[in-house]
């Protein structure tokens, strides 16, 4: 099962694009890619999700190569707000034995 | 709609003592799973319900256990706690259909001494 590796931390600064990678070596043919944002305190909540190319919504974009063996968050002019940690998912869903592989997640500290 | 509901919200137990946390999932949503979040550990995956059955279990010890009632409510048990134990306990839903997010609560946090 694929294994997500992503960066511990980022800083960035108020109004710029953040992008964080989350590399998936052994991903596999059905296994789909999702992003959480978690605050302190609180539980994870859905950002994105994509299985290739490329996906966009009102608050982020994700990037996904052809081969499919790593992942790309993009943030837009982010905000102090903005910092959370980023959680990248692999799911991979096999009838009724889906398996969830989770990142240790990237903190993104937003600085004014 | 009202979101994932845990309660309670934090907890302070001893070692060797038992607990019991509880998890009201969003309306409609009848997948419950449950993990474990510790600091440089992540989220780790205890177990996941549907339909009152246990669907998947993650590699945690006999002492953690679960179980999902026919209003798709769930519960989790940890038995003879262990300072280890002490954690962020999340509880998720989601409808069925595997690609679907994950929608979680705000956790209980367990505090073993």
């Known amino acids: 099962l694929a294994k997500t590796t992503q960066p511990i931390s980022m800083d960035s600064y108020e109004g710029q694009e953040v992008n964080i990678t989350c590399s998936h070596n052994n991903i596999a043919t059905n296994d789909y890619i999702t992003w959480y944002q978690q605050f302190p305190s609180q539980g994870p909540r859905f950002i994105i999700q994509?299985?290739?190319?490329?996906v966009t919504n009102e608050v982020a974009s994700l990037f996904i190569p052809a081969d499919r063996k790593s992942s790309t968050l993009s943030l837009p002019r982010v905000s102090l707000s903005d910092t959370a940690v980023y959680y990248c998912l692999v799911a991979r869903n096999a009838g009724n034995n889906r398996k969830l592989i989770w990142g240790l997640g990237t903190s993104l500290a937003v600085n004014p | 709609k009202a979101g994932v509901t845990q309660t309670p919200r934090y907890l302070i137990k001893t070692r060797g003592q038992q607990v019991t946390l509880s998890c009201s999932p969003i309306s409609g949503h009848r997948s419950v799973s449950w993990y474990q979040q510790t600091p440089g550990q992540g989220l780790q995956f205890l177990f996941e319900?549907?339909?009152?059955?246990?669907?998947n279990k993650g590699n945690f010890p006999g002492r953690f256990s679960g179980r999902q009632f026919s209003n798709s409510r769930s519960e989790m048990n940890v038995s003879t706690l262990e300072l280890g134990d002490s954690a962020l306990y999340l509880c998720?839903?989601?409808?069925?259909?595997?690609?679907?997010?994950?929608?979680f609560g705000n956790g209980t946090r367990l505090t073993v001494t």
């Open positions: 319900y549907f339909s009152e059955t246990q669907r």
């Open positions: 998720a839903s989601s409808l069925v259909g595997d690609n679907s997010p994950l929608h």
């Open positions: 994509g299985y290739k190319t490329k």
